[in-house]
Protein backbone atom coordinates (compact mmCIF):
# COMPACT_ATOMS: atom_id res chain seq x y z
CA UNK A 1 0.00 0.00 0.00
CA UNK A 2 2.75 2.68 0.79
CA UNK A 3 4.25 1.87 -2.03
CA UNK A 4 1.47 2.03 -4.13
CA UNK A 5 0.67 5.34 -2.72
CA UNK A 6 3.91 6.81 -2.86
CA UNK A 7 4.79 5.33 -6.93
CA UNK A 8 0.95 7.49 -7.25
CA UNK A 9 1.96 10.51 -5.56
CA UNK A 10 4.86 10.66 -7.98
CA UNK A 11 3.32 10.44 -10.81
CA UNK A 12 1.03 13.95 -9.69
CA UNK A 13 4.41 15.94 -11.22
CA UNK A 14 4.31 14.66 -14.98
CA UNK A 15 0.55 15.49 -14.58
CA UNK A 16 1.07 18.36 -13.56
CA UNK A 17 3.69 19.84 -15.56
CA UNK A 18 1.13 18.70 -19.01
CA UNK A 19 -1.61 20.56 -17.50
CA UNK A 20 0.88 23.51 -16.92
CA UNK A 21 2.15 23.56 -19.91
CA UNK A 22 -1.78 23.17 -22.04
CA UNK A 23 -3.14 25.85 -19.64
CA UNK A 24 -0.20 28.41 -20.48
CA UNK A 25 0.03 27.49 -24.08
CA UNK A 26 -4.26 27.90 -24.12
CA UNK A 27 -4.12 31.39 -22.24
CA UNK A 28 -1.39 33.11 -24.25
CA UNK A 29 -3.26 32.10 -27.38
CA UNK A 30 -6.12 34.10 -26.84
CA UNK A 31 -5.83 37.63 -28.44
CA UNK A 32 -5.38 40.79 -26.22
CA UNK A 33 -3.32 41.22 -23.02
CA UNK A 34 -4.31 41.67 -19.33
CA UNK A 35 -3.88 44.64 -19.45
CA UNK A 36 -6.41 45.66 -22.37
CA UNK A 37 -9.08 47.83 -20.84
CA UNK A 38 -11.89 48.67 -22.96
CA UNK A 39 -13.42 51.27 -20.80
CA UNK A 40 -10.29 53.09 -20.07
CA UNK A 41 -7.38 52.18 -22.85
CA UNK A 42 -4.08 52.89 -20.89
CA UNK A 43 -1.30 54.68 -22.96
CA UNK A 44 0.98 52.61 -24.89
CA UNK A 45 4.37 53.52 -23.01
CA UNK A 46 3.01 52.02 -19.23
CA UNK A 47 1.29 49.05 -21.03
CA UNK A 48 4.74 48.31 -22.12
CA UNK A 49 6.55 48.81 -18.40
CA UNK A 50 3.59 47.00 -16.86
CA UNK A 51 4.04 43.96 -19.33
CA UNK A 52 8.07 44.30 -18.63
CA UNK A 53 7.96 44.76 -14.85
CA UNK A 54 5.75 41.24 -15.18
CA UNK A 55 7.94 39.30 -18.06
CA UNK A 56 4.94 39.03 -20.17
CA UNK A 57 7.55 40.75 -22.83
CA UNK A 58 9.95 37.69 -22.90
CA UNK A 59 9.25 34.94 -24.92
CA UNK A 60 6.89 32.40 -23.88
CA UNK A 61 9.15 29.42 -22.97
CA UNK A 62 11.30 32.20 -20.80
CA UNK A 63 8.10 32.99 -19.12
CA UNK A 64 7.11 29.27 -18.79
CA UNK A 65 10.03 28.44 -17.28
CA UNK A 66 10.75 31.41 -14.44
CA UNK A 67 6.23 30.83 -13.63
CA UNK A 68 7.37 26.65 -12.84
CA UNK A 69 10.61 27.65 -11.03
CA UNK A 70 9.04 30.04 -8.74
CA UNK A 71 5.59 27.60 -8.58
CA UNK A 72 8.03 24.67 -7.75
CA UNK A 73 9.28 27.26 -4.79
CA UNK A 74 5.65 28.08 -3.35
CA UNK A 75 5.39 31.59 -5.19
CA UNK A 76 2.27 31.41 -7.72
CA UNK A 77 2.84 35.32 -9.01
CA UNK A 78 0.98 38.33 -8.29
CA UNK A 79 -2.67 38.73 -9.55
CA UNK A 80 -2.94 41.22 -12.49
CA UNK A 81 -6.22 42.13 -11.33
CA UNK A 82 -5.55 42.96 -7.53
CA UNK A 83 -2.01 44.12 -7.44
CA UNK A 84 -2.04 44.31 -4.39
CA UNK A 85 -2.61 40.48 -3.46
CA UNK A 86 -0.76 37.10 -4.78
CA UNK A 87 -2.54 34.17 -6.07
CA UNK A 88 -1.25 32.48 -2.58
CA UNK A 89 -3.10 34.87 -0.33
CA UNK A 90 -6.40 34.72 -3.25
CA UNK A 91 -6.25 30.80 -2.41
CA UNK A 92 -5.60 30.76 1.40
CA UNK A 93 -8.26 33.26 2.08
CA UNK A 94 -11.08 31.98 -0.50
CA UNK A 95 -10.38 27.89 -1.28
CA UNK A 96 -11.60 26.63 2.22
CA UNK A 97 -14.91 28.31 0.92
CA UNK A 98 -15.26 26.72 -1.82
CA UNK A 99 -13.95 23.41 -0.31
CA UNK A 100 -16.90 23.52 2.51
CA UNK A 101 -19.12 24.13 0.05
CA UNK A 102 -17.89 21.14 -2.03
CA UNK A 103 -17.95 19.01 1.19
CA UNK A 104 -21.32 20.00 2.02
CA UNK A 105 -22.66 19.37 -1.60
CA UNK A 106 -21.14 15.47 -1.77
CA UNK A 107 -22.50 14.85 1.71
CA UNK A 108 -25.72 15.94 0.59
CA UNK A 109 -25.49 13.53 -2.63
CA UNK A 110 -24.24 10.75 -0.84
CA UNK A 111 -26.76 10.91 1.89
CA UNK A 112 -29.99 11.58 -0.60
CA UNK A 113 -28.95 9.29 -3.59
CA UNK A 114 -27.39 6.07 -1.92
CA UNK A 115 -30.78 5.65 -0.02
CA UNK A 116 -32.67 5.99 -2.66
CA UNK A 117 -30.03 3.93 -4.75
CA UNK A 118 -30.46 1.34 -2.70
CA UNK A 119 -34.61 1.27 -2.00
CA UNK A 120 -34.82 1.73 -5.88
CA UNK A 121 -32.66 -1.85 -6.48
CA UNK A 122 -35.04 -3.57 -3.95
CA UNK A 123 -37.96 -2.37 -4.71
CA UNK A 124 -37.94 -2.31 -8.02
CA UNK A 125 -40.57 -2.19 -10.66
CA UNK A 126 -42.72 -0.59 -7.77
CA UNK A 127 -44.01 2.78 -6.82
CA UNK A 128 -41.23 3.18 -4.63
CA UNK A 129 -38.50 2.16 -7.51
CA UNK A 130 -40.82 4.72 -10.16
CA UNK A 131 -40.91 7.45 -7.89
CA UNK A 132 -36.92 7.46 -6.88
CA UNK A 133 -35.70 7.20 -10.51
CA UNK A 134 -38.42 10.35 -10.97
CA UNK A 135 -36.17 11.96 -8.95
CA UNK A 136 -33.06 11.16 -10.56
CA UNK A 137 -34.08 12.03 -14.13
CA UNK A 138 -35.55 15.45 -12.43
CA UNK A 139 -32.21 15.92 -10.51
CA UNK A 140 -30.13 15.38 -13.76
CA UNK A 141 -32.11 17.19 -15.72
CA UNK A 142 -32.52 20.95 -13.64
CA UNK A 143 -28.96 22.51 -13.96
CA UNK A 144 -27.79 24.49 -11.14
CA UNK A 145 -28.42 27.33 -13.13
CA UNK A 146 -31.95 27.19 -12.64
CA UNK A 147 -32.33 24.91 -9.97
CA UNK A 148 -30.56 28.32 -7.13
CA UNK A 149 -32.83 30.68 -8.87
CA UNK A 150 -36.03 28.24 -7.80
CA UNK A 151 -34.57 28.04 -4.44
CA UNK A 152 -34.24 31.72 -3.83
CA UNK A 153 -37.57 32.12 -4.85
CA UNK A 154 -39.29 29.69 -2.65
CA UNK A 155 -37.59 29.72 0.29
CA UNK A 156 -35.79 33.06 0.92
CA UNK A 157 -38.23 35.44 -0.93
CA UNK A 158 -41.52 33.99 -0.88
CA UNK A 159 -41.55 31.91 2.57
CA UNK A 160 -38.93 34.05 4.06
CA UNK A 161 -36.95 30.74 5.60
CA UNK A 162 -33.59 31.36 4.57
CA UNK A 163 -31.33 34.23 3.66
CA UNK A 164 -31.13 35.08 -0.11
CA UNK A 165 -27.27 34.91 -0.89
CA UNK A 166 -23.95 35.65 0.92
CA UNK A 167 -22.14 33.01 3.21
CA UNK A 168 -20.98 32.81 6.61
CA UNK A 169 -24.05 30.71 8.90
CA UNK A 170 -25.49 27.73 8.84
CA UNK A 171 -28.54 29.17 7.34
CA UNK A 172 -26.92 30.79 4.12
CA UNK A 173 -24.93 27.27 3.60
CA UNK A 174 -28.21 25.06 2.64
CA UNK A 175 -29.27 26.07 -0.47
CA UNK A 176 -26.17 26.64 -2.13
CA UNK A 177 -25.32 23.45 -1.02
CA UNK A 178 -28.60 21.52 -1.84
CA UNK A 179 -28.47 23.09 -5.60
CA UNK A 180 -24.77 21.84 -5.87
CA UNK A 181 -25.28 18.25 -3.96
CA UNK A 182 -28.54 17.69 -6.18
CA UNK A 183 -27.94 16.69 -9.24
CA UNK A 184 -25.03 14.47 -8.20
CA UNK A 185 -27.42 12.94 -5.90
CA UNK A 186 -29.65 11.43 -8.86
CA UNK A 187 -26.39 10.68 -10.53
CA UNK A 188 -25.38 8.18 -7.46
CA UNK A 189 -29.11 7.04 -7.08
CA UNK A 190 -28.86 5.39 -10.93
CA UNK A 191 -25.82 4.10 -10.75
CA UNK A 192 -26.70 2.94 -6.81
CA UNK A 193 -29.72 1.07 -8.32
CA UNK A 194 -27.88 -0.62 -11.35
CA UNK A 195 -25.17 -2.23 -9.26
CA UNK A 196 -27.50 -3.18 -6.92
CA UNK A 197 -29.67 -4.71 -9.50
CA UNK A 198 -26.68 -6.61 -10.69
CA UNK A 199 -24.87 -7.64 -7.63
CA UNK A 200 -28.16 -9.22 -6.07
CA UNK A 201 -28.94 -11.81 -9.05
CA UNK A 202 -24.87 -13.16 -8.38
CA UNK A 203 -24.54 -16.66 -7.44
CA UNK A 204 -22.50 -15.48 -4.28
CA UNK A 205 -25.70 -14.08 -3.12
CA UNK A 206 -27.95 -17.16 -3.30
CA UNK A 207 -25.81 -19.09 -1.77
CA UNK A 208 -25.87 -16.78 0.96
CA UNK A 209 -29.40 -17.13 1.09
CA UNK A 210 -29.94 -20.62 0.39
CA UNK A 211 -27.09 -21.09 4.00
CA UNK A 212 -30.43 -19.39 5.87
CA UNK A 213 -28.24 -15.76 6.36
CA UNK A 214 -30.80 -13.18 7.20
CA UNK A 215 -31.90 -10.71 4.52
CA UNK A 216 -30.36 -7.94 6.29
CA UNK A 217 -27.03 -9.23 6.46
CA UNK A 218 -26.98 -10.69 2.74
CA UNK A 219 -28.12 -6.70 1.69
CA UNK A 220 -25.63 -5.02 4.16
CA UNK A 221 -23.04 -7.81 4.30
CA UNK A 222 -22.52 -8.67 0.67
CA UNK A 223 -24.51 -7.00 -1.90
CA UNK A 224 -23.98 -3.71 -0.28
CA UNK A 225 -20.50 -3.71 0.13
CA UNK A 226 -20.16 -5.26 -3.31
CA UNK A 227 -22.02 -2.72 -5.17
CA UNK A 228 -20.33 -0.03 -3.68
CA UNK A 229 -17.36 -0.28 -5.63
CA UNK A 230 -18.76 1.79 -8.61
CA UNK A 231 -20.53 4.10 -6.81
CA UNK A 232 -16.42 5.18 -5.05
CA UNK A 233 -14.90 5.09 -8.04
CA UNK A 234 -17.18 8.29 -9.15
CA UNK A 235 -17.25 9.79 -5.80
CA UNK A 236 -13.29 10.66 -6.50
CA UNK A 237 -14.07 12.73 -9.77
CA UNK A 238 -17.55 14.01 -8.56
CA UNK A 239 -15.48 15.58 -5.31
CA UNK A 240 -13.28 17.40 -8.00
CA UNK A 241 -16.28 18.43 -10.15
CA UNK A 242 -18.31 19.81 -7.16
CA UNK A 243 -15.02 21.92 -5.40
CA UNK A 244 -14.56 23.38 -9.27
CA UNK A 245 -18.32 23.24 -10.32
CA UNK A 246 -19.04 25.35 -7.39
CA UNK A 247 -18.36 28.56 -9.77
CA UNK A 248 -21.74 29.14 -11.03
CA UNK A 249 -23.30 28.33 -7.45
CA UNK A 250 -20.89 30.74 -6.04
CA UNK A 251 -21.99 33.86 -8.82
CA UNK A 252 -25.69 33.09 -8.03
CA UNK A 253 -25.72 33.14 -4.62
CA UNK A 254 -22.65 35.91 -4.20
CA UNK A 255 -20.35 33.36 -2.53
CA UNK A 256 -17.00 34.64 -1.90
CA UNK A 257 -14.99 31.39 -3.10
CA UNK A 258 -12.19 30.47 -5.20
CA UNK A 259 -14.68 29.93 -8.51
CA UNK A 260 -15.52 33.54 -8.35
CA UNK A 261 -11.84 34.58 -8.61
CA UNK A 262 -10.90 31.80 -11.44
CA UNK A 263 -14.29 32.96 -13.47
CA UNK A 264 -13.31 36.62 -13.16
CA UNK A 265 -9.43 35.87 -14.21
CA UNK A 266 -10.66 33.79 -16.92
CA UNK A 267 -12.02 36.80 -18.43
CA UNK A 268 -9.56 39.77 -17.26
CA UNK A 269 -6.76 37.23 -18.35
CA UNK A 270 -5.09 36.97 -15.24
CA UNK A 271 -2.67 34.53 -16.03
CA UNK A 272 -1.22 33.54 -12.47
CA UNK A 273 -4.98 32.77 -11.44
CA UNK A 274 -5.52 30.83 -14.14
CA UNK A 275 -2.51 28.78 -13.66
CA UNK A 276 -2.45 29.04 -10.01
CA UNK A 277 -6.24 27.33 -9.64
CA UNK A 278 -5.92 24.73 -12.21
CA UNK A 279 -2.99 23.31 -10.88
CA UNK A 280 -4.76 23.11 -7.41
CA UNK A 281 -7.87 21.90 -9.18
CA UNK A 282 -5.72 19.33 -11.40
CA UNK A 283 -4.11 18.10 -7.96
CA UNK A 284 -7.28 17.55 -6.01
CA UNK A 285 -8.41 15.44 -8.91
CA UNK A 286 -5.44 13.04 -9.16
CA UNK A 287 -5.56 12.81 -4.75
CA UNK A 288 -9.52 12.45 -4.99
CA UNK A 289 -9.01 9.56 -7.65
CA UNK A 290 -5.53 8.32 -5.24
CA UNK A 291 -8.11 8.28 -2.13
CA UNK A 292 -10.33 6.15 -3.94
CA UNK A 293 -8.40 4.06 -5.29
CA UNK A 294 -7.12 3.26 -1.60
CA UNK A 295 -10.23 2.89 -0.64
CA UNK A 296 -11.14 -0.36 -2.63
CA UNK A 297 -8.81 -2.69 -0.64
CA UNK A 298 -10.95 -1.83 2.45
CA UNK A 299 -14.23 -2.57 0.48
CA UNK A 300 -12.89 -5.49 -1.18
CA UNK A 301 -10.09 -6.64 0.68
CA UNK A 302 -9.29 -9.27 -2.61
CA UNK A 303 -7.81 -6.09 -4.19
CA UNK A 304 -4.05 -5.84 -3.85
CA UNK A 305 -2.67 -2.15 -4.88
CA UNK A 306 0.80 -3.26 -4.28
CA UNK A 307 0.64 -5.52 -7.17
CA UNK A 308 -0.87 -3.84 -9.50
Known sequence: MLVYTIRRLFSLIPVLIV???????????????????????????????????????????????????????????PSYMQRNRSVNEIIVDHFHISFKLGMLALGIAVAIGLPIGIISALKQNTGWDYVAMFFAIAG????????????????????????????????????????????????IARLTRASMLQVIREDFIRTARSKGVPERTVMVKHALRNALIPVVTVLGPLFAALITGSMVVEQIFAIPGLGRYFVDSVSARDYPVIMGTTLLFAALLVISNLIVDISYSWIDPRIRLDES
Open 140 to 187: VSVPAMTLGPLLIWGFALQLGLLPVARWGTWQQAIMPAVTLGIGHAAI
Open 19 to 77: ISLITFLLMHSVPGSPFDQEDKPLPPETRRNLEAYYHLDEPLHRQYLRYMWNAVRGDLG
